[in-house]
C-alpha cells in the first residue's frame, strides 16, 4: 500500500479497493467490512449534507462504542464535516460548556444521551442544532437511520488540511479544551505504531477503549493504515478479557496501564495462558507489573510511550522496558522533543522540566486549540509545543515522565479537571469554598479528594453530599475522599495552596465515601 494518501477517506477508498471484504471492525460478534464502511460512510455524508451540513460544520457527538459512531468519523472525514466526539458520561454543566464551545449544526445522541440533552437544548445558542437520534424515535428529532440510502457527492475533495474532528482534553487550571485534529494529522498517527509493531498487517485487536478518546480514535486509524482489524468492547471487563480475546482470536490488546493492574488483581488460573495474544500495550505500567504480566499471560507488554491528544504519540520505546522505573521511550524521529526551565532553556540531562515538543513534518501534531487562540500561542511560545507535563532524559536519550507541572488529575483512565470538580460542587448551597486535588490510589492513578468549607451554620450529610456529586458529575470524577475544613491554605494572594492539602490529606477528619458504603456502581454510571 502505497504511503502517499494523506486524508483519511483516501485510506479507506484505497483499502476498499485493494479487498472490500477484509474485516475492519467489530462491536460484537460480527466482524464489519472495510467496503460496508465505506459504503455506509458515504451513505451518512450524502445523508448529512441534504439535511444541511457543509464542510467545516462541526457534528457533536454522544453514544457509547457502536458502529455508528466509526460510521459517523468516516462520514465526516469524507464530508469535510467535524465530528466532536463527547464523553458519555458528561451532564450538565460539563456537558453543556463543552457544546457551547463547539456550537454544532448537529448533535448525535444515542438513547442515554438524549435523557443528558434534556432542557441543554433550549439554550440560545444551540437552540438550532439538529438532534439526529440513534435509537428510539425522538420528537423534533432526525432519526439517523432515514439518512442512510443513498451516495452522491456533491462537495469539494477533501484536503490533508480540513479538520476531521475536536477532541476535548481536559482543562488543568482552566476549562476543557478542544483540540483540532486535522485529516493529515490522523492519517500521520500509525507511523509510530506500525514503527515499534505495536499493530501489525493482519492483527486482531482488542481494544476496549471508548471511540471518543484520542487512543482509540488511534487504533481505528491503525486498522486503516497498516491493514489490521479492531474489536471495540463497549467496556473494559477484566474478568472477562480473556474469553473476550479467545473468542475473536486476538493477536493484540490495546489499552492503558490500569487495566493491566486490573487483570493481574483477577483470580490466577491454569488457562491464563489459553489464548492467541501475542502483544499487549498497556501505557503506563511499572516494570514489575509489566514482568508479572508477561510471566504470567505469555505474551509481551509495550508500556514505553508518552504522548497526548495534541501530539500522539511524542516518544516511544524502541524495544520493551528492562528499566528499573518506567520510562517513556525515546522521541519518534518526526518530533523534536526536549526538556526546558520555565525559561524555556533545554535543561541538561537528569534535570527536571518541562516537556516541550517541535514538529519536524507537516501533520505530525494538532493544529490548535479549537476558538482558543491565545490558549494556542500560549501552548506554542518559542516554536515549540508546552505540554504542561514534567519529566527528564538520560544519557541515551530515553524520556522520563515524573508529574503534571499543571493541577490536573487522572481517574478511571480519564483525565479530569480539577476546576469543572469545583465549579461543580460549588453550585450546591451549603459550599462556601472547595478545593480539589489528587491523592494516592491503591491500584495506579488517582483518586480525588474534596476540601469543603462550608456556608455559616451549614452541615449536609454525607448522602446528602454524595448525591450533589452524583447529579452534578461524572461518575468519574466523583471524589472518593471529603473532607470539611475551615478554611484553605492560600498564599498572599488568594491562590489556594493545593500542595500542602497533598502533604497532608489523608487527616483524621477525611472521610472515605467507598468505606461508608457510597459508591457509583456500573449499572448507575449514566
Given at each position: 500500500?502505497?504511503?502517499?494518501?494523506?486524508?483519511?477517506?483516501?485510506?479507506?477508498?484505497?483499502?476498499?479497493?485493494?479487498?472490500?471484504?477484509?474485516?475492519?471492525?467489530?462491536?460484537?460478534?460480527?466482524?464489519?467490512?472495510?467496503?460496508?464502511?465505506?459504503?455506509r460512510?458515504?451513505?451518512?455524508?450524502?445523508?448529512?449534507?441534504?439535511?444541511?451540513?457543509?464542510?467545516?460544520?462541526?457534528?457533536?457527538?454522544?453514544?457509547t462504542?457502536?458502529?455508528?459512531?466509526?460510521?459517523?468519523?468516516?462520514?465526516?472525514?469524507?464530508l469535510?464535516?467535524?465530528?466532536?466526539?463527547?464523553?458519555?458520561?458528561?451532564?450538565?454543566?460539563?456537558?453543556?460548556?463543552?457544546?457551547?464551545?463547539?456550537?454544532?449544526?448537529?448533535?448525535?445522541?444515542?438513547?442515554?444521551?438524549?435523557?443528558?440533552?434534556?432542557?441543554?437544548?433550549?439554550?440560545?445558542?444551540?437552540?438550532?442544532?439538529?438532534?439526529?437520534?440513534?435509537?428510539?424515535?425522538?420528537?423534533?428529532?432526525?432519526a439517523?437511520?432515514?439518512?442512510?440510502?443513498?451516495?452522491?457527492?456533491?462537495?469539494?475533495?477533501?484536503?490533508?488540511?480540513?479538520?476531521?474532528?475536536?477532541?476535548?482534553?481536559?482543562?488543568?487550571?482552566?476549562?476543557?479544551?478542544?483540540?483540532?485534529i486535522?485529516?493529515?494529522?490522523?492519517?500521520?498517527?500509525?507511523?509510530?505504531?506500525?514503527?515499534?509493531?505495536?499493530f501489525?498487517?493482519?492483527?486482531?485487536?482488542?481494544?476496549?477503549?471508548?471511540?471518543?478518546?484520542?487512543?482509540?480514535?488511534?487504533?481505528?486509524?491503525?486498522?486503516?493504515?497498516?491493514?489490521?482489524r479492531?474489536?471495540?468492547?463497549?467496556?473494559?471487563?477484566?474478568?472477562?478479557?480473556?474469553?473476550?480475546?479467545?473468542?475473536?482470536?486476538?493477536?493484540?490488546?490495546?489499552?492503558?496501564?490500569?487495566?493491566?493492574?486490573?487483570?493481574?488483581?483477577?483470580?490466577?488460573?491454569?488457562?491464563?495462558?489459553?489464548h492467541?495474544?501475542?502483544?499487549?500495550?498497556?501505557?503506563?505500567?511499572?516494570?514489575?507489573?509489566?514482568?508479572?504480566?508477561?510471566?504470567?499471560?505469555?505474551?509481551?507488554?509495550?508500556?514505553?510511550?508518552?504522548?497526548?491528544?495534541?501530539?500522539?504519540?511524542?516518544?516511544?520505546?524502541?524495544?520493551?522496558?528492562?528499566?528499573?522505573?518506567?520510562?517513556?521511550?525515546?522521541?519518534?524521529?518526526?518530533?523534536?522533543?526536549?526538556?526546558?526551565?520555565?525559561?524555556?532553556?533545554?535543561?541538561?540531562?537528569?534535570?527536571?522540566?518541562?516537556?516541550?515538543?517541535?514538529?519536524?513534518?507537516?501533520?505530525?501534531?494538532?493544529?490548535?486549540?479549537?476558538?482558543k487562540?491565545?490558549?494556542?500561542?500560549?501552548?506554542w511560545?518559542?516554536?515549540?509545543?508546552?505540554?504542561?507535563?514534567?519529566?527528564?532524559?538520560?544519557?541515551?536519550?530515553?524520556?522520563?515522565?515524573?508529574?503534571?507541572?499543571?493541577?490536573?488529575?487522572?481517574?478511571?483512565?480519564?483525565?479530569?479537571?480539577?476546576?469543572?470538580?469545583?465549579?461543580?460542587?460549588?453550585?450546591?448551597?451549603?459550599?462556601?469554598?472547595?478545593?480539589?486535588?489528587?491523592?494516592?490510589?491503591?491500584?495506579?492513578?488517582?483518586?480525588?479528594?474534596?476540601?469543603?468549607?462550608?456556608?455559616?451554620g451549614?452541615?449536609?450529610?454525607?448522602?446528602?453530599?454524595?448525591?450533589?456529586f452524583?447529579?452534578?458529575?461524572?461518575?468519574?470524577?466523583?471524589?472518593?475522599?471529603?473532607?470539611?475544613?475551615?478554611q484553605?491554605?492560600?498564599?498572599?494572594?488568594?491562590?489556594?495552596?493545593?500542595?500542602?492539602?497533598?502533604?497532608e490529606?489523608?487527616?483524621?477528619?477525611?472521610?472515605?465515601?467507598?468505606?461508608?458504603?457510597?459508591?457509583?456502581?456500573?449499572?448507575?454510571?449514566?
Open positions: 500500500m502505497t504511503n502517499d494518501l494523506v486524508t483519511v477517506p483516501a485510506w479507506l477508498a484505497a483499502r476498499t479497493q485493494q479487498d472490500p471484504a477484509a474485516h475492519l471492525v467489530t462491536f460484537g460478534d460480527t466482524w464489519v467490512s472495510v467496503g460496508e464502511v465505506r459504503r460512510a458515504r451513505e451518512l455524508a450524502t445523508g448529512l449534507f441534504r439535511s444541511g451540513i457543509r464542510p467545516g460544520d462541526r457534528i457533536a457527538s454522544i453514544m462504542n457502536r458502529v455508528e459512531a466509526v460510521e459517523l468519523f468516516f462520514a465526516c472525514a469524507e469535510g464535516a467535524i465530528q466532536v466526539p463527547l464523553n458519555v458520561f458528561l451532564k450538565g454543566e460539563f456537558l453543556r460548556y463543552q457544546l457551547l464551545d463547539a456550537g454544532p449544526r448537529a448533535i448525535v445522541a444515542d438513547g442515554s444521551a438524549i435523557g443528558a440533552l434534556d432542557g441543554l437544548l433550549d439554550t440560545a445558542d444551540l437552540r438550532e442544532a439538529t438532534l439526529i437520534a440513534l435509537d428510539e424515535p425522538v420528537a423534533d428529532a432526525v439517523c437511520g432515514d439518512l442512510f440510502g443513498e451516495e452522491d457527492q456533491t462537495w469539494p475533495e477533501p484536503k490533508p488540511t480540513d479538520l476531521s474532528c475536536i477532541l476535548y482534553t481536559s482543562g488543568t487550571t482552566g476549562l476543557p479544551k478542544g483540540c483540532m486535522d485529516s493529515g494529522y490522523l492519517v500521520h498517527m500509525p507511523k509510530a505504531h506500525r514503527m515499534h509493531e505495536w501489525k498487517q493482519g492483527d486482531t485487536s482488542l481494544c476496549p477503549l471508548p471511540l471518543y478518546h484520542g487512543f482509540a480514535i488511534s487504533a481505528l486509524m491503525d486498522a486503516v493504515v497498516i491493514g489490521c479492531v474489536a471495540f468492547d463497549a467496556e473494559f471487563s477484566a474478568s472477562a478479557t480473556l474469553s473476550r480475546a479467545r473468542q475473536l482470536g486476538a493477536t493484540q490488546f490495546f489499552g492503558v496501564g490500569a487495566m493491566a493492574v486490573a487483570l493481574l488483581a483477577t483470580p490466577a488460573s491454569p488457562d491464563d495462558k489459553d492467541t495474544i501475542d502483544r499487549a500495550v498497556f501505557v503506563p505500567v511499572a516494570p514489575r507489573a509489566q514482568h508479572e504480566f508477561e510471566a504470567r499471560f505469555g505474551c509481551l507488554v509495550f508500556c514505553e510511550g508518552y504522548g497526548q491528544t495534541e501530539v500522539l504519540p511524542a516518544t516511544m520505546g524502541v524495544t520493551r522496558t528492562r528499566r528499573d522505573k518506567p520510562s517513556a521511550g525515546k522521541a519518534v524521529p518526526w518530533l523534536d522533543v526536549q526538556v526546558v526551565d520555565d525559561d524555556d532553556n533545554v535543561l541538561p540531562v537528569g534535570d527536571v522540566g518541562e516537556i516541550v515538543v517541535r514538529p519536524l513534518e507537516p501533520h505530525s501534531m494538532f493544529a490548535g486549540y479549537w476558538r487562540e491565545a490558549d494556542t500561542v500560549a501552548a511560545r518559542n516554536l515549540r509545543h508546552h505540554t504542561g507535563d514534567l519529566g527528564y532524559f538520560d544519557e541515551d536519550g530515553t524520556l522520563y515522565f515524573v508529574d503534571r507541572k499543571k493541577d490536573a488529575l487522572r481517574r478511571r483512565g480519564e483525565n479530569v479537571s480539577s476546576v469543572e470538580v469545583e465549579l461543580a460542587i460549588a453550585k450546591h448551597p451549603a459550599v462556601a469554598q472547595v478545593a480539589v486535588h489528587a491523592v494516592p490510589a491503591e491500584l495506579s492513578e488517582d483518586e480525588i479528594k474534596a476540601c469543603i468549607v462550608l456556608q455559616p451549614a452541615q449536609p450529610t454525607w448522602p446528602e453530599l454524595f448525591q450533589h452524583r447529579d452534578v458529575l461524572p461518575y468519574y470524577a466523583v471524589p472518593r475522599y471529603v473532607e470539611y475544613v475551615d484553605l491554605p492560600a498564599n498572599a494572594v488568594g491562590r489556594v495552596q493545593k500542595h500542602k492539602l497533598r502533604e490529606w489523608n487527616t483524621g477528619a477525611t472521610v472515605d465515601f467507598r468505606q461508608i458504603g457510597l459508591v457509583i456502581d456500573r449499572s448507575s454510571r449514566r
